[in-house]
């Protein structure tokens, strides 16, 4: 089906949205508090990486608070990884993973933490999937859902009609793939009408991640033309978990948050991949050049997708 189409036949117009937004000025007088309290919630065994880059993503987009929920045994080797943010050693499961008990301890948090990432290197334990399905509902501010808690999610996509209307989705297609049920050569071949379509039928921000990524909230729809294949490695995704987050906790609303990062994660890929070239290039690389990617955009030189 065509993009901005409906089921019948009858025409749906999206805006297209070329332009980006800029990050809040801070105040002389600022205090970290003023540019967001993110909590993520993330890691099981062997996947401390990936809680590592989201986490380290989120700091060097802005946010002024990190805290890392993580199964408790993670806990020590995140304290050590993560010198700039909190952690919260949360109840686990035989396996390492996070029990369905710790969403108490995460949800006792939504009054004071004003943003929730969760899912980067998670698992698909049953335990794991029980939390994310209680938790996603019940948070009181923005979302990101990522990864393993977006294969969650494709189990009960009735939690996000539960959800209020703050969320941002980050698959790619093979992710986008399970939450649909459509194929991901179906996708690839529509990737603005399905992402436009979810995004609409199910009042999230869906980012549907690959070359060209597309950010649509079903009205407005945004294509990213900044990144490269260099940034096709493991960790890239977790690092475009932290910025979204980043940018919610500073006030930019879902879709304008969502489209920032989205640029800026391109562009910190495009500058690496000067730096280090694309074969070599590593989610650490992709850290390493957001604040330059975010100086030019503050200059005035990313205020359009390129």
Avoid: Y
């Avoid at 749906?12 to 000025?25: D, E, G, Y």
């Avoid at 690092?239 to 906790?249: D, F, H, S, W």
Wanted: aromatic fraction near 2%; hydrophobic fraction near 40%; include cysteine.
């Amino acid at each position: 089906m065509p993009a901005g189409k409906k089921r019948g036949g009858r025409a749906r117009r999206l805006r297209i949205v070329r332009s980006l937004p800029a990050l809040p000025r801070r105040a002389e007088d600022a205090h970290k508090v003023d540019f967001g309290r993110v909590l993520l919630i993330a890691g099981s065994p062997g996947m401390t990486g990936a809680a590592t880059f989201a986490a380290e993503a989120t700091l060097r987009s802005g946010a002024g608070l990190v805290l890392v929920g993580c199964p408790k045994t993670l806990n020590p080797i995140l304290e050590v990884k993560l010198t700039a943010c909190m952690t919260l050693p949360l109840p686990e499961t035989r396996q390492g993973t996070l029990r369905r008990r710790a969403a108490r301890d995460i949800l006792a948090l939504s009054e004071k933490w004003t943003t929730l990432a969760i899912g980067p290197g998670l698992s698909t334990h049953p335990e794991t999937r029980d939390l994310v399905l209680n938790v996603l509902p019940k948070w009181k501010g923005e979302i990101v859902v990522d990864a393993d808690a977006l294969n969650h999610c494709a189990t009960d996509l009735e939690v996000l009609r539960r959800c209020h209307d703050r969320v941002v989705l980050t698959p790619h297609p093979g992710e986008f793939s399970r939450l649909t049920g459509l194929s991901t050569k179906d996708i690839q071949k529509d990737r603005a009408g399905t992402a436009s379509r979810f995004a609409r039928e199910h009042r999230v921000v869906l980012v549907l991640k690959g070359s060209g990524t597309v950010v649509s909230d079903g009205e407005r729809i945004f294509t990213n033309r900044s990144g490269n294949p260099g940034m096709a490695t493991a960790g890239s995704g977790d690092v475009l978990t932290g910025m979204i987050a980043a940018m919610l906790g500073q006030g930019l609303e879902p879709f304008a948050a969502a489209s920032l990062a989205v640029a800026l994660h391109g562009k910190a890929g495009d500058l690496a991949a000067k730096e280090v070239g694309q074969v070599s290039m590593t989610a650490e690389d992709l850290l390493d050049s957001i604040p330059a990617a975010i100086r030019n955009h503050g200059r005035g030189r990313s205020k359009r997708s390129t």
